[in-house]
């Protein structure tokens, strides 16, 4: 499995950015985007599983990003709207055989990431 992340860059506190993962989507496998801020540990930000499209969000960006995928692309895209300074970040796409979880050793597939820095 290789996924590839892309879509991020610098942008200022507001405004909104999509990033974008390739080869993330096959049945039966949930996708997931993860973040990882300079001193802190990765953290789960959103999931979704192949089959059903079924979503799980991090409270901080409940509302702010949508996670979305393209099962004719084989894509995974993460929406990020109205971006704060504290959502800067290398972000991380993921997937794993079965559910959608929220820690990250619980994924075996990792795309290289891609930085999200919001200037406030």
């Known amino acids: 499995v290789q996924l590839q992340a892309s879509g991020g860059g610098l942008v200022q506190a507001g405004d909104s950015l999509r990033l974008s993962c390739a080869g993330s989507?096959?049945?039966?496998?949930?996708m997931g985007w993860f973040r990882q801020a300079p001193g802190n540990q990765r953290e789960f930000v959103a999931g979704?599983?192949?089959?059903?499209?079924?979503?799980v969000y991090a409270d901080s960006v409940k509302g702010r990003f949508t996670i979305s995928r393209d099962k004719a692309k084989r894509m995974m895209y993460l929406q990020m709207n109205t971006l704060k300074a504290e959502d800067t970040a290398v972000y991380y796409c993921?997937?794993?055989?079965?559910?959608?979880?929220?820690?990250?050793?619980?994924?075996?597939?990792w795309g290289q990431g891609t930085l999200v820095t919001v200037s406030s």
């Open positions: 993921t997937t794993r055989s079965g559910d959608i979880r929220t820690r990250a050793s619980e994924y075996g597939y």
């Open positions: 989507g096959r049945p039966n496998y949930s």
């Open positions: 979704i599983t192949w089959n059903w499209g079924t979503t």
